[in-house]
């Protein structure tokens, strides 16, 4: 594993970026861009889904309405996402908060492909749901900052 | 440089900054091992929320998203979480600025925030003092009238800026020197 890591590291997009001084800091730039829609978009489903904000509006017209902006940042996160951690791959692999943000990752995409998206598409309101969808989205934010610290 | 009253003022600032960093709180602040991350956390997963809504609303004001939704039902939803999310950006950025005042005054990239939060600022105020006074005749519109749109994709411009601006203060490249 930590030699496929170290492959990462060298490859010339890695080292591209780690020998410029200003790459890191604008690749960064737009993955927070794609952060503020990403949240504003799951943060609006989801306060939906728990029926504290446009609660005259069928659930299922707000998954209409955020899903593709939520898809569309989701893409944008991951590909400026990736640059970065090619750039560091092998701090990633000793970091604990990396793997904690790819694994949460993974769970929150999952559980917006499935359980959000099947409630919302019957425009059924739950709290549990949207709750588990936030925490967990919070939780892939929150160790994506660590990553910064450790 | 300009000598006169106005570097006088900007020499005022400088030595208010330079007596903040000696204060015992920027100094504890700005040594702690574990609150100065959480507060700069706290101040960047905040954008999801202040950021986010902001972000969604200007979208409707552009008439590209929430098209079948009044503008008072929007803010009506999240007002309060757009509100209370400011307050928290607000109170964190003093708090990040309080722990590094003088480095942070002489950042170019934290003034050029400065600037885009005032332009940010002024073109919510425009808004609401004129075609926002109209809002009953055309909230039901797909899409809004220029004047609206124009002021949802100003918004967007402006705070895409302070974001990236906010993100580039960790770097001194043209710094000023004291």
């Known amino acids: 594993m930590l030699e496929f890591f170290t492959w990462c590291e060298n490859t010339p997009v890695g080292e591209a970026i780690r020998a410029s001084l200003w790459l890191f800091p604008v690749i960064e730039s737009v993955h927070l861009l794609a952060l503020g829609v990403i949240g504003g978009a799951v943060l609006v489903m989801n306060l939906r889904l728990l029926g504290w904000a446009l609660a005259g509006k069928p659930v299922a017209s707000i998954w209409a309405e955020t899903w593709p902006w939520l898809r569309g940042s989701w893409v944008v996160m991951i590909a400026s996402g990736l640059p970065l951690f090619l750039s560091e791959a092998v701090k990633c692999y000793y970091s604990e908060a990396f793997w904690w943000k790819m694994s949460m990752l993974a769970v929150a995409t999952l559980f917006t492909l499935t359980m959000v998206r099947r409630f919302a598409l019957k425009s059924v309101e739950s709290r549990w749901v949207a709750l588990l969808s936030l925490t967990l989205w919070f939780g892939v934010g929150a160790a994506g900052r660590w990553i910064g610290f450790s | ?178």
Not at chain 2, 28 to 35: C, K
Not at chain 2, 106 to 135: E, Q, S
């Open chain 2, 1 to 178: 440089m300009v000598e006169g009253a106005g570097s006088d003022r900007l020499r005022g600032l400088l030595e208010f900054c330079q007596w903040l960093a000696e204060t015992p709180g920027s100094v504890a602040l700005h040594e702690s091992i574990y609150a100065y991350p959480v507060v700069e956390s706290v101040h960047v997963l905040t954008l999801c929320v202040f950021l986010g809504l902001a972000v969604m609303i200007d979208l409707r004001l552009m008439g590209v998203m929430f098209r079948g939704t009044r503008l008072t039902e929007l803010s009506r939803a999240f007002g309060p979480w757009l509100l209370g999310g400011f307050v928290v950006m607000v109170v964190t950025g003093a708090l990040l600025f309080y722990a590094i005042p003088v480095k942070t005054y002489l950042n170019v990239f934290f003034r050029i925030k400065v600037v885009l939060l005032v332009l940010a600022g002024l073109n919510a105020l425009t808004f609401h003092l004129t075609i926002d006074r109209r809002r009953v005749e055309w909230e039901m519109d797909l899409v809004p009238p220029r004047r609206a749109r124009m002021a949802g994709a100003l918004s967007l411009v402006f705070w895409a800026g302070i974001v990236v601006a906010g993100r580039m203060i960790a770097y001194n490249w043209f710094d000023k020197p004291i």
